[in-house]
């Protein structure tokens, strides 16, 4: 067996103050209310800082903000003027990318692989292309001079903390609308990060403000009167309540909700990068991903040969501290995720699947899953059918590619979906058929900021992402 050495990642690169106040018009306000919350490292339970809970009369202080900003400078500019600030950002970023990773992990419990890896590029890259429409709306399809909406709130989750925020806030700012934002109360960090960003990048006081609190400050945000636009992101529960809060307000709204994607393998695929697929499919982010490949649809012909192929593959992946750079499972985001998850894998035993892991230490504190795998589901099992936002994957077979289809589509959900198989008509012929947003061929996890984003069903609606995006945030 080859042993590796730990490798961390240095801490000193950031620096977290003990505390954190509201970013609101280009300034860290205290909160008017005196409730504060606290955000911890998942991995070991410490505390990492402090932070404001937004009360109604702040989340009022800062759309009035985003408001003045909007009407005073923001709107008025040139699209020019705002990519060179959009330009300035994302350059910012890629500067900052080292310190923006270990925090993210820090905060979120990711592997640093990953958050360097792939949050990190991701999110420039969000500000690069959006930056690069800023000047060029006329040309996107919505008119000769399409118009901004105004202010946008704009509510993110947990599981991709600073992409989630680069996928709102680049678009909006790019089509000349201010925002609000709010991020999730278990990962506050790097989006206050991003706050003393927009200062270091001179943007205009009021563009971007960013306030902290949990479900109450959201529900204020997004029902206050004086927003234009609503975009959240998260569980489709919550869509649901926002979805009604907004009905008939005139708001414009998207949501983008959960998933329980389909990952379907046929039997001339090439395994050994299937296998590959399926890991990255519902192993990355701890499967904290809301298009996560938590289905796996395989052949019947070759289940045993591709199941002893994946376990022997999940075996290698370690498990542990999230700064080490060869860890690729890190923590799970919180304590409440964990007993979900769990809770759902005792549910997928009880219903009759067969459960099993790769023998994996699990570290003594912190939130922490072993990355599962269950055969012998069926379609009318719980962890079938509902998202488990874990590491968890749940196996099913079929013989046709008409009853993959089928199978594939029996869920309420409709974000994304991956084929592996090599002939190109079939990939077509699967892709036309398959209700979901993105329909991903021999890879899976895959993403870009050209290429739009978003589901069918209760996955949600609207697009994020691309050329696309852009309508989300003009009056069209
Ligand atoms: P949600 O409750 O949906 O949280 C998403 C965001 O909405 C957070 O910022 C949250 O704040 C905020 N929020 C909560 N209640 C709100 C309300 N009534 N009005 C406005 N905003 C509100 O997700 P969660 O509780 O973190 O996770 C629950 C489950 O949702 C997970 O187990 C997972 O299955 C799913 N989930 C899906 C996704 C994606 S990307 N599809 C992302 C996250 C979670 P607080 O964090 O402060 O509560």
Redesign the pocket.
């Known amino acids: 067996m080859f042993e590796y050495a730990p490798a961390p990642e240095s801490r000193d690169i950031v620096d977290i103050r003990p505390s954190y106040g509201l970013f609101v018009n280009g300034e860290w306000v205290d909160p008017l209310g005196d409730e504060r919350d606290k955000t911890v490292n998942p991995a070991t339970e410490e505390v990492l800082a402090e932070f404001a809970v937004a009360s109604d009369a702040d989340v009022d202080r800062a759309v009035s903000a985003a408001r003045k900003a909007y009407e005073s400078v923001w709107a008025q500019l040139p699209g020019r003027e705002r990519a060179k600030y959009l330009f300035r950002i994302a350059r910012i970023i890629q500067e900052r990318a080292r310190e923006l990773a270990v925090l993210e992990s820090l905060d979120n419990g990711k592997p640093i692989r990953e958050s360097r890896d792939v949050d990190l590029p991701l999110v420039a890259a969000h500000f690069f292309y959006y930056a690069g429409w800023a000047d060029k709306l006329g040309y996107a399809g919505f008119g000769p001079a399409p118009k901004p909406l105004g202010v946008a709130a704009q509510?993110?989750?947990?599981?991709f903390p600073l992409l989630?925020l680069a996928w709102k806030i680049a678009p909006a700012l790019a089509c000349g609308n201010t925002v609000v934002l709010?991020?999730?109360?278990?990962t506050p960090l790097t989006a206050l990060a991003f706050a003393e960003i927009c200062r270091q990048a001179d943007l205009p006081p009021g563009v971007v403000n960013i306030v902290t609190?949990?479900?109450?400050?959201?529900?204020a945000?997004?029902n206050h009167p004086d927003v234009n636009k609503v975009a959240?992101?998260?569980?489709?529960?919550?869509?649901r309540?926002?979805a009604r809060s907004v009905a008939g307000t005139g708001k414009k709204l998207t949501l983008?909700?959960?998933?329980k994607a389909a990952n379907i393998v046929f039997d001339d695929a090439a395994l050994d990068q299937a296998v590959e697929g399926i890991v990255n499919g519902i192993f990355f982010n701890q499967g904290?991903?809301?298009c996560a490949g938590s289905r796996l649809l395989v052949q019947e012909s070759i289940a045993d040969e591709l199941l002893a192929a994946l376990k022997r593959r999940l075996s290698t992946l370690r498990l542990g501290d999230p700064l080490d750079k060869n860890t690729d499972i890190g923590a799970i985001n919180s304590a409440?995720?964990l007993a979900?998850i769990r809770e759902l894998s005792e549910a997928g035993e009880q219903e009759g699947a067969e459960r099993w892991s790769p023998s994996c230490p699990i570290p003594d504190r912190g939130y922490w899953f072993p990355p599962t795998v269950f055969t012998g589901v069926a379609q009318s099992h719980r962890i079938a059918r509902e998202?488990?936002?874990g590491p968890v994957l749940s196996v099913l077979t079929f013989r046709t590619p008409a009853e993959a289809v089928e199978k594939a589509n029996n869920t309420p959900y409709g974000?994304s979906a991956g084929v592996w198989t090599e002939k190109g008509s079939r990939i077509l012929w699967m892709a036309d058929k398959l209700r979901a947003g993105v329909v991903w061929a021999n890879t899976f996890n895959r993403f870009d900021p050209t290429s739009p984003f978003g589901g069918y069903k209760e996955s949600g609606y609207g697009r994020e992402g691309g050329r696309h995006g852009l309508e989300a945030y003009l009056d069209v």
């Open positions: 509510v993110i989750p947990w599981n989630m709010k991020p999730a109360e278990t609190g949990a479900g109450a400050t959201g529900q945000l997004v959240f992101t998260g569980s489709t529960e919550v869509g309540l926002i983008e909700l959960g998933g904290h991903v809301c409440a995720q979900k998202e488990i936002f974000l």
